[in-house]
């Protein structure tokens, strides 16, 4: 790239020397919110027609309508059954991601400790949860406490990976500078190392958010009486299909409410990555 890019030229109708434009153009965010959500409700109006040209059954798919009409009369239903649901999946993530970073912590102060268990929880991660949730339930009932570790189970290893990466990706010539000016040990932990791993940590956060709320729900299906995942299980049962996809969607919600807490909390403090972004 040369710092004076030659510009490309050609000819009009009467010989003049214009110059060409290549086709590139800013997107108006307005433009494209709006774009977005025409696409979302054309969607949703294909889904409908769909339903009623090939008249298919409501319990086997219900269109859009039934689905907002059950949005409205079992709102209470769902929101007595939103909350377990939230309490399981925000304490698991809670849990997961302090032991995620504590372990990650002492990783990266001891090289032979991640040599030795770090494949021990890639090889815990690779066993499906839906195989590891009645294990935890036979282990510790049918209460909050199953359904709260495989939460925190399947937001421990996105977390543990980021930050053994984020805290490695300090930069050499910070540290060493940190050594010569006498700095301790928990110095370059907290000024250098931490401050590296942030985005990092935002990042896994990101996945974890989203990911707490999917063990919860599948460790519910196990064995509980409240929450979206017995919620679910009773309406695929008694095909109450509206209900089913209502559910599907405060389910939703729950998950991207938590992911846009994340980005919220992260656009306030990682702000030199938001500085530095195109």
């Given amino acids: 790239m040369t710092a004076n890019p030659k510009r490309l030229t050609g000819l009009d109708t009467s010989g003049k020397e214009v110059p060409l434009s290549l086709g590139i153009k800013k997107t108006n965010p307005v433009v494209a919110a709006l774009t977005s959500v025409a696409g979302a409700v054309g969607l949703v109006v ?17 269109g859009p309508a039934d689905v907002a009409a059950s949005l409205v009369n079992d709102f209470d239903l769902l929101l007595r059954n939103v909350w377990p649901t939230a309490l399981e999946s925000g304490a698991g993530f809670l849990i997961g991601n302090v032991v995620a970073i504590l372990l990650a912590i002492v990783f990266v102060h001891n090289a032979t400790l991640e040599r030795s268990l770090f494949p021990v929880a890639v ?16 282990m510790l009932g049918n209460g909050y406490a199953p359904k709260i570790a495989i939460a925190a189970l399947i937001s421990f290893f996105p977390t543990l990976v980021n930050m053994v990466r984020g805290f490695h990706s300090a930069d050499p010539q910070a540290i060493e500078l940190f050594r ?46 409240q929450g979206l995942g017995a919620l679910i299980i009773d309406a695929t049962f008694n095909f109450r299909t ?19 807490l994340i980005g919220l909390i992260e656009r306030r403090v990682v702000t030199w990555e938001v500085e530095s972004s195109p």
């Fill in 180 to 225: 010569v000016l006498s700095a301790s040990q928990w110095e370059i932990f907290w000024k250098v190392r931490a401050y590296s791993s942030l985005p990092f940590l935002f990042s896994s956060l990101k996945i974890a958010a989203t990911s707490s709320v999917i063990g919860a729900i599948v460790a519910e299906w196990i064995g509980a009486n």
């Fill in 46 to 62: 294909l889904w409908q027609l769909v339903v009623w040209v090939f008249d298919i059954p409501l319990y086997v798919v219900p």
């Fill in 123 to 138: 090889v815990i991660r690779t066993v499906p949860i839906v195989a590891i949730a009645p294990v935890l339930v036979l």
């Fill in 242 to 260: 509206p209900l089913l996809y209502s559910t599907m969607v405060f389910a939703s919600l729950l998950a991207l409410g938590f992911f846009f």
